[in-house]
């Protein structure tokens, strides 16, 4: 447990020390505004929410999108830039353990991540100010959109540490990050549903991350999609181990 | 300290080290030679645990690497090729981390950071983030780092390269005076350094073993070891070489050099050196040949290492 301590701190001091951090919190706080407030016209709306208008996806609808390519950003470095710099030698024949480090990594990208979802507080007041919504749904929208961005960055550590090169971690984990969202977001299910079966659709879309943060972010906080979420992360977290291992064997 | 039996990592088909065993107590400074690609540092991966072998075992202490890695590698410091550190922290900031990875916290961790900041001079730079940092300090950081809790065993991968002779002069003092205490196995291309600092030296080449000993044993491996070189200032280079030649006990006598003319005689016997000088002596005084200098030779590591690990191809081919 100290350990992993040890690593996170070591790998948030890594992130604020570099650009990194700041420009991914206020890339991030700049687009959630402009999705929620330009695109989804938050003030003529008229409808106290941050989930779901009647006329279109509302703030946390956006966030799989923004995720998509904000997230592997930010994990893109956790253990290509260790290869690149073969720090992963010196922190592999310290006296830990490889799920130590992995899991370090992994909870120093999520806390950025973390810290950024919670400095959209400002839309919480807004929209509490002007009306009145239901706050359960907006926490199931944040535990959902903290959720979805752990997957994301646990594919995001399989990836990086498959390359020592930064950019083909990111470009992997984009489009692994995008098939998850696609196989569920309505469009494609509309078109899948005209010449599949509806119980092959219903099998692909559950492997979606829309499918399950579709439902949390409505307030319906059930255990099937919280389990998807952390089996996605156990998942992707193991593979980065045995890609890990399978790296060290030669 | 250090056990190793049997090693071997194949990369693919290709065998990096191929069955390497030795040993190394407290109070040993092991040197370890051999070209590039030899498996050197294959070798010191595999001991400090980073990549498993394919077959073999190492014991670090009491401690087996394979099956319980965790409180073997608490014992040993570690200085990877090309001393990496994390370039976004400063150096304070780096030791201190990997005090904490070493148990350490609080009081402890800071007097541990001092003591190597100390040691390895680098009071200048300790707030100063590793990536402004020029060689010879990043490889003093990553060495700070491999001793940080005082480890019984150092594994040391080239720690003088990129440094300047005044810092390689400084570390190879440090490593002698910590090989008192520890066991210690580095390897290097220098092969004076071997000299100054191991207590044994063990040469590898492509995967094997192919010579352990003392410095001085190993010397004495080279062709012109125990050879006696006679200089004098003036002489008739055939003549003498001839008459030197003809000394029972001697093999032969070659001209090595004109002008003060040098000749080198190659006595039967390696041990019979001491006699063959003498005798070389009361021939020179006989003649009236101006004597300049008699020595015998103790052989060069750096013939060893050529005579030893020259695919044989290439010997053939010097020939």
């Known amino acids: 447990m100290g350990n992993i301590w040890t690593i996170t701190k070591r790998e948030l001091r890594g992130y604020f020390a570099s650009p990194v951090a700041f420009v991914f919190i206020v890339i991030f706080l ?63 024949t310290m006296p830990i353990t490889p799920w130590q480090a992995i899991l370090g990594k992994f909870l120093a990208s999520w806390a950025v991540v973390a810290i950024a979802l919670a400095l959209t507080f400002p839309v919480w007041i807004t929209v509490n100010y002007l009306g009145n919504p239901d706050n359960g749904v907006i926490v199931g929208g944040y535990i959902g959109s903290l959720l979805m961005a752990g997957a994301y960055l646990s594919i995001t550590a399989m990836t990086s540490a498959m390359t020592r090169n930064q950019v083909v971690a990111f470009i992997v984990a984009v489009v692994i990050s995008l098939f998850l969202i696609l196989a569920g977001f309505p469009p494609v ?42 089996s996605v992360m156990a998942f992707c977290l193991f593979t980065t181990s045995t890609i890990i291992r399978a790296h060290r064997a030669g | 300290m250090i056990q190793v039996r049997d090693l071997k990592k194949n990369f693919g088909p290709k065998a990096a080290v191929n069955g390497v065993s030795f040993t190394v107590e407290r109070g040993e400074v092991l ?30 202490g009491d401690h087996d690497m394979l099956e319980n890695p965790l409180p073997a590698k608490r014992l040993i410091g570690y200085l990877p090729e090309n001393a990496p550190s994390y370039t976004d922290m400063t150096v304070a900031g780096f030791l201190g981390f990997t005090a904490e990875l070493r148990g350490m916290s609080g009081d402890a961790k800071k007097k541990a950071v001092e003591r190597v900041i100390e040691m390895c001079f680098l009071e ?33 991968d080239e720690p003088t390269d990129g440094l300047d002779p005044n810092q390689k002069h400084e570390v190879r003092t440090l490593i002698r005076r910590m090989g008192e205490k520890k066991a210690i196995i580095f390897s290097t291309h220098i092969l004076e350094e071997v000299e100054a600092v191991c207590s044994r030296a063990v040469i590898i080449d492509r995967g094997k073993i192919v010579a352990n000993g003392t410095p001085r044993d190993l010397k004495m491996r080279a062709p012109t070891a125990g050879a006696v070189l006679v200089q004098f200032t003036d002489g008739n280079g055939a003549d003498v070489a001839q008459k030197v030649g003809a000394l029972p006990g001697i093999d032969r006598a070659e001209v090595v050099g004109e002008r003060p003319l040098t000749v080198r005689a190659y006595p039967h016997k390696r041990s019979a050196s001491e006699d ?43 020939k």
């Open chain 1, 30 to 92: 700049l687009l959630a505004g402009f999705f929620t407030f330009m695109i989804a016209q938050f003030f003529k709306v008229g409808q106290a929410t941050l989930s779901q208008t009647s006329y279109s996806p509302m703030f946390f609808g956006w966030h799989p999108w923004l995720y998509l390519f904000l997230v592997p950003a930010v994990g893109m470095r956790m253990w290509s830039e260790e290869r690149r710099l073969g720090t992963i030698e010196l922190l592999l």
């Open chain 1, 189 to 230: 299910t509309d078109m899948l549903v005209t010449w599949a079966q509806p119980w092959i659709v219903d099998l692909i879309a559950a492997f979606s991350v829309m499918t399950h943060f579709e439902s949390i972010q409505k307030g319906v906080l059930d255990s099937r999609d919280i389990l998807y979420f952390v």
């Open chain 2, 31 to 60: 040197g370890f030679l051999g070209p590039n690609g030899a498996g050197k540092s294959t070798t010191m991966r595999m001991i400090t645990g980073f990549i498993p072998p394919t077959e073999g075992s190492i014991k670090i």
């Open chain 2, 124 to 156: 200048n730079v300790r707030h100063q983030s590793v990536d402004t940092l020029s060689k010879g300090y990043r490889h003093r950081t990553c060495f700070a780092q491999s001793i940080i809790h005082d480890p019984d065993v150092l594994v040391l």
């Open chain 2, 276 to 318: 063959t000088a003498r005798a070389i002596n009361e021939l020179a005084a006989k003649e009236r040949w101006p004597l300049q200098q008699l020595h015998v030779e103790e052989g060069r590591l750096d013939e060893v290492f050529r005579s030893i690990t020259l695919p044989d191809t290439k010997k053939e081919a010097t």
